[in-house]
């Protein structure tokens, strides 16, 4: 059965840090490119940013460049999504997703797989 799981979100306050981390089962996450992507209350899906398969090549939505790190272990078959300087307008539920097309694509048609997201409050 295939599986895409998010964790590590929560309640933060604005200019701090959180990691996410995203884990498959059911496949072999390694050979994916994997996309992070949220969904604040009221808006569309967004794209955050992507990694490649070996984790040499990532992209970044313009709003989180500078301000998050996309990188990954294919060892532990996680990746993982480093944000910091956290905004109350980063509020949102963040999904995983899992693409075997290998590119860095924001379009979520191209995205096989998807978690479930977790939450991620930004608020003091």
């Known amino acids: 059965q295939v599986q895409v799981v998010e964790s590590g979100g929560g309640l933060v306050q604005p200019g701090g840090s959180l990691r996410l981390s995203c884990a498959a089962s059911g496949f072999t996450l390694e050979y994916y490119s994997v996309g992070w992507f949220r969904q604040a209350p009221g808006k569309e899906r967004e794209f955050v940013g992507a990694?490649?398969?070996?984790?040499?090549?990532?992209d970044y939505t313009d709003s989180m460049k500078g301000r998050s790190t996309i990188s990954r272990d294919n060892a532990k078959g996680t990746v993982y999504l480093q944000m910091s300087s956290l905004k109350p307008e980063d509020t949102a539920v963040y999904y995983c997703?899992?693409?075997?097309?290998?590119?860095?694509?924001?379009?979520?048609?191209?995205?096989?797989?998807w978690g479930q997201g977790t939450q991620v409050t930004v608020s003091s």
């Open positions: 997703a899992a693409s075997w097309q290998g590119g860095l694509g924001s379009n979520q048609i191209s995205y096989n797989y």
């Open positions: 990694i490649s398969p070996s984790g040499d090549s990532t």
